[in-house]
């Protein structure tokens, strides 16, 4: 019922348009609300919002690990004033990352490349020696997260950024726990919300992490 009075009241194309409400409130993205109401509503992952507003306040620089189109990325721009890096190696989401961030007029530095581990990827500590040291980091790239953490061996022990990491399965999940409790964290579980859930059926949940930046 919510789909069909979605399909009859909504606009069907995709077209800029400032969001108005949420964290990201003010922000300029091309939204189709066949698939973006939500974000458009400030919906989108509402279990993080409160969260999001306390770990990035102004002046915090932050790092979107798995950018897609840019909304946390812009929103992080807008609720902090300063840079934001952001990380979206596929091809699609990056094209609408970037025109995304055409329609604003934040500093946003796109790093077309995965972040991880592996000789094609790039190192968060490398990221934080090229770019600069994040106040912040979200990541949330389908199953590699604990990947990623590996290559964030300096961040972790020395630098302490509050992170919010998306997990995607019960091991990878497990894993990215322990790493963040052997550096000191206390991790708070998140869990998807069930009343008015989103289609996200391979997330485990999301693991916030306050550091002292």
């Known amino acids: 019922m919510l789909a069909l009075l979605k399909r009859a009241l909504l606009p069907r194309a995709a077209r800029p348009r400032r969001i108005p409400f949420g964290p990201a409130a003010g922000v300029v993205m091309r939204v189709d609300f066949a698939h973006q109401t939500r974000m458009f509503l400030g919906l989108y992952e ?11 306040r102004p002046g915090a620089r932050c790092f979107d690990v ?6 946390h990325a812009l ?20 094209a609408r990352l970037r025109a995304n961030i055409a329609l604003n007029g934040f500093d946003i530095r796109v790093v077309a490349q ?3 581990s592996g000789a094609d990827a790039v190192s968060l500590d490398r990221a934080a020696r090229e770019h600069f040291v994040p106040d912040m980091v979200k990541m949330d790239i389908e199953g590699w997260e604990a990947d990623a953490l590996t290559g964030a061996g300096e961040l972790l022990a020395r630098r302490k950024p509050h992170w919010i990491v998306e997990t995607h399965g019960r091991d990878v999940h497990d894993r990215c726990l322990a790493v963040f409790r052997d550096h000191g964290y206390r991790p ?23 550091g002292r930046p």
């Open 46 to 56: 509402f279990e993080l919002n409160a969260h999001l507003r306390r770990l990035v």
């Open 66 to 71: 798995g950018a897609n189109a840019g909304y």
């Open 75 to 94: 929103m992080f721009a807008r609720l902090s004033g300063r840079p934001v890096v952001a990380f979206e190696p596929d091809p699609e989401a990056l």
């Open 114 to 116: 995965a972040v991880g």
């Open 188 to 210: 708070e579980v998140v869990r998807p919300r069930r009343l008015f859930a989103e289609a996200r059926p391979d997330t485990t949940g999301w693991l916030v992490c306050e």
